[in-house]
């Protein structure tokens, strides 16, 4: 059992250019989560998609975009990176969209911009 | 708006002293409340949750009570060990939008 699969792990860009980080669960969630985690600031909600179709903007979603391609996979498209988006990227799905539900995280997708 | 805060850390311990590490929130409507650790290397595992005013989450020897009162959810430990070392996040999620959103962490030692 996978569970929430990230790809890549690690990462290395230059100032400007693009990518996108893969996200992909096996267990039939409905909301779906990017968060980036930055020294002394915990956990920052980038995007989230509480079902299949919709997606919502976090706390900090500028210079990000996303694609809820299914209901199994969930996107973060960098389009033009740049030195403060260096962070840990972590997905994470949950099967209800409000309540008690537990969350399950990826293990993480550490990037750097040079 | 919702939002989530711990105390500062890091916190360093001996083995088999007592935790405490303070949340206190602000959000509308009733949330569930969470805490989540995270171990080197890794994402974030469930550690306990509660779901109303008064309710008791506990797991591997931790609690947290849901305080609405207060607007807390401390989590405590009464006898830590070296394996307790991790970061700790508080958490809550909006019973509206369904956002969850997480305090800054705190990042427990604890030294045998």
């Known amino acids: 059992n996978a569970g929430v699969t990230q790809t890549p792990k690690f990462q290395v860009l230059k100032t400007g250019q693009s990518m996108t980080l893969q996200c992909a669960q096996d267990?039939?969630?409905?909301?779906m989560y990017w968060y980036r985690q930055d020294p002394g600031m915990g956990l920052r909600l980038i995007y989230y998609?509480?079902?299949?179709?919709?997606?919502d903007k976090g706390e900090v979603p500028n210079g990000y975009n996303v694609s809820r391609l299914n209901k199994r996979e969930f996107s973060l498209r960098l389009e033009s990176a740049a030195p403060s988006q260096t962070s840990v990227y972590f997905c994470?799905?949950?099967?209800?969209?409000?309540?008690?539900?537990?969350?399950?995280f990826g293990q993480g997708t550490r990037l750097t911009v040079v | 708006g919702n939002s989530v805060t711990q105390m500062e850390g890091p916190v360093t311990l001996s083995e088999e002293a007592f935790l405490t590490i303070n949340c206190t929130y602000t959000a509308t409507g009733y949330p569930s409340l969470f805490w989540y650790v995270q171990y080197p290397g890794e994402g974030l595992q469930l550690l306990l949750k509660?779901?109303?005013?008064?309710d008791k989450g506990s797991n591997k020897g931790f609690e947290a009570t849901y305080r609405k009162e207060t607007t807390s959810f401390h989590l405590e430990k009464g006898s830590v060990q070296v394996s307790d070392s991790a970061v700790y996040f508080c958490?809550?999620?909006?019973?509206?939008?369904?956002?969850?959103?997480f305090g800054q962490g705190t990042t427990l030692q604890v030294k045998p």
């Open positions: 267990m039939n969630h409905n909301s």
């Open positions: 509660a779901t109303k005013a008064d």
């Open positions: 994470a799905s949950s099967e209800k969209r409000t309540g008690p539900t537990e969350a399950f």
């Open positions: 998609s509480a079902s299949e179709g919709t997606t």
């Open positions: 958490a809550l999620r909006t019973s509206n939008t369904g956002k969850l959103i």
